[in-house]
Nanobody
Framework: QVQLVESGGGLVQPGGSLRLSCAASKNIFSINAIGWYRQAPGKERELVAAITSGGSSNYADSVKGRFTINRDNAKNTVYLLMNSLKPEDTAVYYC????????????WGQGTQVTVSS
């Protein structure tokens, strides 16, 4: 079992920045991958960015060059730094952890709202 607690959402103007945090209840080296997903009203949940236990990361095309995912191993925390925010980035952002050897189990945080508006 992994508990995930997100923080850092809020209201920001277009072009602004936010940093989301996802604190895990266990050592993140034991987690296969931690990712950030988002879901806008009326849309499906989509992967934004993810980072593996080995440090590899991947991003959705829509956020490449603007968002950065990184982690603080000592704090068991993964961050999503979001720059040059656009109104279309508005969504509830969820932290996800994939854990397992032969079967991957998904764990989700409660979500944090990000609103980009002037």
């Amino acid at each position: 079992q992994v508990q995930l607690v997100e923080s850092g959402g809020g209201l920001v103007q277009p072009g602004g920045s936010l940093r989301l945090s996802c604190a895990a209840s266990k050592n993140i080296f034991s987690i296969n991958a931690i990712g950030w997903y988002r879901q806008a009203p009326g849309k499906e949940r989509e992967l934004v960015a993810a980072i593996t236990s080995g440090g590899s990361s991947n991003y959705a095309d829509s956020v490449k060059g603007r968002f950065t995912i990184n982690r603080d191993n000592a704090k068991n925390t993964v961050y999503l730094l979001m720059n040059s925010l656009k109104p279309e980035d508005t969504a509830v952002y969820y932290c996800n952890a994939k854990v397992g050897n032969y079967t991957l189990y998904n764990y989700w945080g409660q979500g944090t709202q990000v609103t980009v508006s002037s």
